[in-house]
């Protein structure tokens, strides 16, 4: 099974509004988007499973795997292509037993502790942050900055040498370039490109960015 594209991994964040989302989502995927990950911390199960598989739906002909965030129920009612787990969240190797081998199954690495997580045979991926503060998301960890998410990537790149690792958390264009130089595989973003005027503009442009980035750090 191919490796997930961390490249340019957008999140739709339910505050975007959930009407918006399918449209966002395709925009996205036909414009540069390698990755999609639906996050809804408050809605309830049915009205999550109507959003995912409409966001689902508007992503369909365009290649790219959609994932739920922290809901496995969700993720296997609404046929997507998986999860991302947090640390509170249901176990890699549980949440593999129920989606299949198929599925993604990805990981957040905060600090050393969910990096040795990240070895296992369970995980497809791991996504380090928060590498900067955001307004997006209330986050009780400070963030880990440069430095921390060049030292996480080499613990993950020690323990897994093959798991695409990406970052998250206060990315944008000025910030990316430093972001893959420190190590990481791709940018998870949702301001940088859904609080956009243009999001396929924006979606181009972030994905040629990255896409520079990597073609000039050594192999």
Do not use: W
Request: charged letters at 20%; a negative charge; hydrophobic letters at 45%.
């Amino acid at each position: 099974m191919p490796k997930p594209d961390l490249r340019l991994y957008g999140l739709l964040d339910a505050s975007l509004g959930a009407e918006r989302l399918p449209i966002l989502a395709r925009q996205a995927a036909e414009n540069g988007a390698t990755l999609l990950q639906y996050r809804d911390k408050t809605a309830g199960t049915r009205d999550l499973v109507e959003s995912a598989c409409a966001i689902r739906a508007a992503l369909e002909g365009t290649g790219v795997p959609l994932l739920v965030n922290d809901r496995v129920d969700v993720a296997l009612a609404a046929g997507a292509a998986g999860v991302h787990l947090g640390r509170e969240d249901m176990a890699p190797e549980d949440a593999r037993a129920l989606l299949g081998p198929r599925a993604i199954v990805g990981i957040t690495v905060k600090n050393e502790a969910d990096a040795l997580g990240a070895a296992s045979p369970a995980v497809d991926y791991a996504c380090i942050g928060g590498v900067f503060e955001t307004l997006s998301k209330r986050n009780p960890d400070p963030p880990v900055g440069l430095a921390g998410l060049a030292a996480l990537r080499r613990l993950v790149a020690s323990l897994s040498p093959d798991l695409p690792v990406g970052a998250i958390a206060g990315i944008d264009a000025e910030r990316l370039a430093s972001v893959l130089a420190a190590g990481a595989d791709g940018i998870a973003v949702i301001s940088a490109l859904f609080h956009s005027d243009d999001v396929p503009r924006t979606a181009g442009s972030l994905r040629a960015a990255v896409d520079a980035g990597l073609s000039g750090r050594p192999a």
